[in-house]
């Protein structure tokens, strides 16, 4: 059955006066938790999914990360020693970790590591030496914001010096 | 050789004009700048007291509205300062634009109506006096004089969106002519209640009344204080009646087709009209220039004081960004025709009971 919405009736005085009165409360404490982000950046749990390093040195090269793929974003590179490493194409990639999860020998593992701007299509491309180390990348932030609640539920803004965290 | 009487007097800066006005080239310049009439009209309420606001008014509009809305507004230019620059840069940038005219735009006006427009603006500040020693002409109509010079300004806003021969232009353009309509007999119709009321027409007299019975206009008929506001909301297209020239709508409304430093003034016009119903509203209701007299300012502490409202006042209509949607057209025809008309006729009505009530007032 249709139902007819009708506008709710508002006293217009009254309505105006606490429509001012958010505006000014805002005005004078505002609640905003906006991060200015190449300055400020956002805090993140260790467990986050940024990018993905492999450990060549403990790679048994079974190809699980790749079978574990859902977007097959990760090839096999044939080595000189005859084994193959797994590369990822970032422009691929969901950054899900399920090849973190697959990997029997823990030599792939993930970084808090999120943002950082690729310059061409080429260099979203990781071959098995890119995947060797945490990907560098110049970082302005100084600060780190960190969100949480005080004890009435209202939402905290902690802002930290980049050196205070790690 | 005589002097351009009668000069402002500024005490604190008279060792320096005495000095100046005794260098050949400059002596004559600094004399022309300083006689009342010129004075006015450039100084205080004209050019440079229009840019001084302008100015600052931009940017606290940017960022009071972004402060209540949970964002930071203009802050890299000048970072210090929290991008209290930007409108100048703004500027800049503007100037250094190219004109586009396009094929369709007629072009003599195209070009013409936004320097019109600017002029046309800030014509009431020669009838607006901001002190006692600081005006360009008194007629002793005035107030009636600048009011309706003030609603000459739509015809410049219509031509000009005529003359751009657009789609969004043209939609901005009729709603002009209809929100011009709705605002402009409520506006007049509470100017000519505080007229009543005071029994005159001469700002001078209109503010000596509100500071010898210390009790300021808007108290004194508050009815006409409030459709006097809301009108100059709407005149100056600030939230909610933000119509014309609304963004999301209609790109900018008449100026669309505009670059530029040409888009540069028709950005103004909104703003100068802002001011200059500004300065009305605060002599009409507020006190005009009534304060404690500062020796050192001489004639220009009636400015200061009446500078110091116009600014509270325009930011408050700068605020309203922050706090309102904007109403849709047939709302805000509605709220002119209807709401505003019959409290316009009352406010009338008000002051010709007032005036029966207490004739000294």
């Not at chain 1, 079978?67 to 490493?85: D, E, H, Q, S, T």
């Not at chain 2, 605020?319 to 019959?342: C, E, H, K, M, N």
């Amino acid at each position: 059955m249709a139902k007819k919405v009708t506008q709710p009736k508002v006293n217009p005085v009254t309505g105006h006066l606490s429509a001012l009165a958010v505006g000014v409360k805002e005005f004078v404490k505002p609640t905003r938790f906006t991060i200015q982000y190449p300055r400020e950046r956002r805090w993140v749990v260790d467990r986050f999914r940024g990018f993905i390093v492999n450990d060549i040195e403990k790679c048994i090269s079974c190809f699980q990360c790749a079978w574990a793929c859902p977007v097959n974003a990760i090839f096999m590179y044939r080595a000189p020693n005859g084994k193959f490493y797994p590369g990822i194409r970032y422009e691929q990639c969901i950054l899900c970790h399920f090849c973190v999860d697959a990997c029997p020998v823990g030599s792939l593992y993930g970084t808090t590591i999120s943002d950082g701007a690729f310059p061409n299509l080429e260099s979203t491309i990781f071959k098995p030496e890119d995947m060797a180390q945490p990907p560098q990348w110049d970082d302005e932030a100084e600060y780190v914001v960190k969100y949480d609640f005080d004890e009435n539920g209202n939402l905290k803004v902690i802002k930290m010096r980049k050196s205070e965290v790690k | 050789m005589g002097y351009l009487e009668p000069m402002v007097q500024i005490p604190f800066l008279e060792p320096l004009i005495n000095f100046l006005l005794k260098v050949p080239v400059i002596g004559p310049i600094v004399n022309f700048l300083l006689w009342m009439p010129i004075f006015a009209v450039w100084f205080v309420p004209g050019l440079i007291g229009l840019f001084i606001p302008l100015i600052f008014v931009i940017w606290w509009e940017r960022k009071a509205a972004a402060r209540v809305q949970w964002r930071y507004g203009p802050l890299e230019i000048s970072k210090r300062l929290g991008g209290v620059i930007q409108p100048i840069s703004d500027l800049i940038r503007y100037t250094l634009q190219e004109i586009i005219i396009h094929q369709e735009a007629d072009a003599a006006y195209f070009i013409h109506m936004p320097v019109f427009g600017f002029i046309f603006a800030l014509l009431p500040v020669l009838f607006i006096p901001a002190g006692p020693n600081v005006y360009a002409i008194n007629t002793g109509y005035n107030i009636l004089i600048a009011a309706v010079l003030i609603s000459i300004f739509n015809v410049v806003v219509i031509v000009t969106g005529w003359a751009s021969t657009d789609k969004w232009a043209y939609i901005g353009t009729v709603r002009e002519a209809f929100m011009y309509a709705a605002y402009e007999i409520p506006f007049m119709l509470s100017v000519i209640a505080m007229i009543i009321l005071f029994g005159t027409a001469d700002p001078f007299m209109m503010v000596n009344e509100q500071v010898a019975h210390y009790i300021p206009g808007a108290i004194l008929n508050p009815i006409a204080f409030i459709v006097a506001v809301v009108t100059t909301a709407m005149a100056s297209s600030r939230f909610p009646f933000e119509i014309v020239e609304n963004d999301t709508d209609i790109v900018v409304g008449p100026f669309t087709e505009y670059g530029g430093l040409i888009f540069g003034l028709t950005m103004t016009m909104s703003y100068e009209k802002t001011y200059v119903m500004t300065l009305l509203l605060s002599i009409l209701f507020l006190g005009g220039w009534s304060g404690p007299y500062i020796a050192p300012l001489g004639d220009l502490s009636a400015p200061l004081w009446l500078g110091v409202r116009v600014f509270l006042v325009m930011m408050f209509f700068s605020f309203l960004r922050a706090v309102y949607p904007s109403y849709r057209l047939d709302q805000a025809l509605r709220i002119g025709w209807r709401t505003l008309l019959i409290l316009s006729v009352v406010s009338v009505i008000w002051s010709i009971v007032i005036r029966l009530a207490l004739p000294v007032v």
